[in-house]
């Protein structure tokens, strides 16, 4: 499966900006997707996963209610809606897949190219 993530760039604290996540493969439908990020100097890490058919979602706990995952499997795509973005959310975000859940951290695979993020303070 291949990945590729768009949708980051420079925004304002308490701006919004939206990450999409077009994958290739044919069985979108039968993964779990997950979003994460790394900062500079900091290791990768979760940011939110949604299961098959988005009747469940986990957010890490620094999300707060601001951002929201979702899929279209019929456009092979997985979102993220981000809302009062902080300058610490400043970092490359990612999407992977995964075939289990709920997924661990090392149940995911198929990191694509990320997107970066810059939030202003």
């Known amino acids: 499966v291949q990945l590729q993530a768009s949708g980051g760039g420079l925004v304002q604290a308490g701006g919004s900006l939206r990450l999409s996540c077009v994958t290739s493969?044919?069985?979108?439908?039968?993964?779990?997707l997950g979003w994460f990020r790394q900062a500079p100097g900091k290791e990768r890490g979760f940011v939110a996963t949604i299961n098959w058919g988005a009747t469940m979602r986990y957010y890490a706990n620094f999300v707060k209610g601001r951002f929201t995952i979702s899929r279209d499997d019929a456009k092979n795509a997985v979102y993220l809606q981000m809302n009062n973005l902080k300058p610490e959310d400043t970092a490359v975000y990612y999407c992977a897949v995964s075939l289990k859940w709920p997924p661990g951290g090392t149940d995911f695979s198929s990191w694509g190219q990320g997107t970066q993020v810059t939030v202003s303070s």
């Open positions: 493969g044919r069985t979108f439908s039968n993964y779990v």
